[in-house]
Nanobody, 115 residues
C-alpha cells in the first residue's frame, strides 16, 4: 500500500490561490495515476483532477481553467495549483494513488474559501 502525505490546505479568501502537495511512499508502481478528490459536507467525494505518470490529465469541469495538476515522478509527488478559488471549492481534499492492485488515499487536507 502506498502512503500518501498531503500538505498545503488552509483558509483563503475568494479569488485567492492555494497549492496542494502530496508525496507517495512505499511500493510505488512505475505506471500509476495520482489525483485529487474533494468532499464537501453532505456531498459525495468527487474527482477534481488526475495525472498519469505519462502526463495525461483529467479535470472536473468545475475547475477547468482555474486549477492545474502537475507531478514530479522522481519525487513521487503530485501538485494541485488552485487559482481563482470560490466558496464552492470549500471541501476536504484527498490525494489518491491508483495502480495495479492499488487504490490508496491520503488523510485529507481542509481547504476553506471565504466569500
Amino acid at each position: 500500500q502506498a502512503r500518501l502525505v498531503e500538505s498545503g490546505g488552509g483558509l483563503v479568501q475568494s479569488g485567492g490561490s492555494l497549492r496542494l502537495s502530496c508525496t507517495a511512499s512505499g511500493i510505488i508502481s512505475r505506471a500509476n495515476v495520482m489525483g485529487w478528490y474533494r468532499q464537501a459536507p453532505g456531498k459525495q467525494r468527487e474527482l477534481v483532477a488526475a495525472i498519469s505518470t505519462g502526463g495525461s490529465t483529467n479535470y472536473a469541469e468545475s475547475v477547468k481553467g482555474r486549477f492545474a495538476i502537475s507531478r514530479d515522478n522522481a519525487k513521487n509527488t503530485v501538485y494541485l495549483q488552485m487559482n481563482s478559488l470560490k466558496p464552492e471549492d470549500t471541501a476536504v481534499y484527498y490525494c489518491n494513488y491508483k495502480a495495479v492492485l492499488h487504490d490508496d488515499w491520503g488523510q485529507g487536507t481542509q481547504v476553506t474559501v471565504s466569500p
